[in-house]
C-alpha cells in the first residue's frame, strides 16, 4: 500500500492574494495620470526602489505572457 506524503505548499494562497490586492490598489493610483503599461511599470520601479521588495508577486506577473499566440504559431508551422 502506498502512502501519500503531504507537503507544505511553496506558497502562502491567502497571503499571496493579500499583496495582490495591495498591488492592484497601488496600481489603481496610476489609472489616473493615463500611463501605458510599459511606461506605469518603469515609473513605478524608477520612483519606488522598496516596491519590488514589498510586493514580490509584481516580478512573477510581469513574465507570464498575456498570451499564447506565438506558440501556437509555432506549432501551426
Not at 65 to 71: G, I, K, M
Request: glycine share 4%.
Amino acid at each position: 500500500m502506498i502512502l501519500c506524503e503531504k507537503f507544505s505548499p511553496l506558497v502562502d494562497k491567502f497571503g499571496l492574494k493579500k499583496e495582490w490586492g495591495y498591488v492592484k490598489f497601488y496600481l489603481q493610483s496610476y489609472k489616473i495620470q493615463e500611463f501605458k503599461f510599459r511606461e506605469c511599470w518603469k515609473h513605478i520601479f524608477d520612483t519606488d526602489s522598496n516596491f519590488i521588495i514589498n510586493f514580490p508577486i509584481s516580478q512573477i506577473g510581469l513574465i507570464i505572457p498575456l498570451s499564447n499566440a506565438n506558440v501556437k504559431r509555432i506549432f501551426s508551422q
